[in-house]
């Protein structure tokens, strides 16, 4: 069959059998690579079942594509290379210099004036930040940034640290051009790696690092899963790029294995198949998964380095941001299930119209300090404790004794305000007396340790229309020490 000269190029012109048997990446690749070069949207036969192989390839995709129904099986037990992808959407734009000498935390301009809006990250190697406590312990990473650089020099994505000297700077181009990704039915037969210490991330995934980009309706399997396997990075991983949505997509989780971390012990991998990193503006639209309390499943995200997300009609076991989010962090209409809403960074932190199932309502990550500079807004919310199990809730969890640097100060979250909050908090200890809104911030630490790196405290917390299926009314904290903070609740 002849390749097409004019509209949607098809896998099967370029050799692909559709059988589910024979590899077919080879011919999608090609198919791809030509679409590329002569701009021409893609299009499989949605009765086709492709094949992915076990080939090391990658197909380019530079153009708008509509996978339709098509099924495609992607076989995780035998590979050539595990951390290669198998599609990359790609900018056919190529890099930009930029030269920017410092940046101040905040600042809104910058004097530099490139032909297109480009996303941008600088480095300084001169500070660490992200320095992770706990059993999976690390140094942290040089100081960065990303944030969008427009024609006439205004940024957007809040520049969070300042930087007087910048080691690194990358500039890609944004393209005007939205890139749509529609449909397709992939499953993927789990990989059955062993390895008993450390790390070992498979990608066989979706990569994006094409700015204004849609994914919308595909669907992603995970089955074959045994007792042995190795994490997933994303299988859809979208990195180091701005301006991408992910619609009506269907996800999975994956089941937990275990390795022996940093600090020699043994703990939990996370696999993910959903993963953002550098990302500025990443939205997620009814994206949806099954099974959302089941633990034996770890939670289906995973972000760094973030900026701007929003969160709208999910229903996902649990949203994750690593190493920070700032600007808004937005959750709407959503359910977040047994791993909860978990977050660090700063801006404003939104949840509204949304049920949560974790532990607790917001987990602000102990290992990288419990910290959110600026505020929260619960509007509107149910929340089960737990997923309904036996427990003493906690509103807000945060643990910082102030000992550890992280790299950069550490908040609490300035101002809670609740306004319109339902707990279900029927399935409690006999011993319950209310739910608390903190933890234990600095961890039952002695009253006379030093604490060299000291944790900022919330300064208010309002609270309207907060009901608990229990009756009882929320207290502070367990820690008799909160009551002699300066935090003031307005009821």
Known sequence: MAAPTEGPVNYEAFGAVGDGVADDLPAICKAHEYANAHNLPVRSKPNATYHLGRQALTAVIATDTDWSTSRFIIDDTDVENHRKALFEVRSLLAPVELKIERLRRDQAQVDVRPETDCWVQV????????????????????????????RDGTVEGAI????????????????????????????????RMKQEKGYNYWARNIVITRSNTEVDGLTHYVVGETAVGHPYSGFLSISRCANVTLRNCFVSGHKTYSTIGAAGKPVNMGSYDLSANQVINLRLIGVRMNHILDSTRWGVIGTNYCKNILLENCVLSRMDVHQGVSGTYTIRRCELGYAGLNAIGRGTLLVEDSTLYGRAFISLRSDYGSTWEGDVVIRNCRWVPSGGQTCWPHLIHASNDGTHDFGYPCFMPREI?????????????????????FTDPDGAAKSDQARPFPYKLTEKVI?????????KKPLLSPDPEMAKSTIVIEQ
């Open 463 to 471: 609270i309207r229309g907060l009901k608990t299926a229990s009756g």
């Open 160 to 191: 969070d640290w300042d930087y007087d000297t910048i080691t690194r700077i990358e500039a890609r181009p944004i393209d005007e051009k939205p890139l749509l990704i529609k449909g397709g039915v992939f499953t993927t037969f789990a990989n």
């Open 417 to 437: 305000r609740i306004d319109g909050l339902f707990v279900d908090d029927s399935n409690h200890p006999e011993e319950y007396e209310g739910m608390y809104l």
């Open 123 to 150: 480095e300084s190697d001169a500070k660490r930040v992200y320095i992770r406590r706990g059993l999976n312990r690390n140094n942290g990473t040089a100081m960065r940034d990303c944030f969008i650089v427009r």
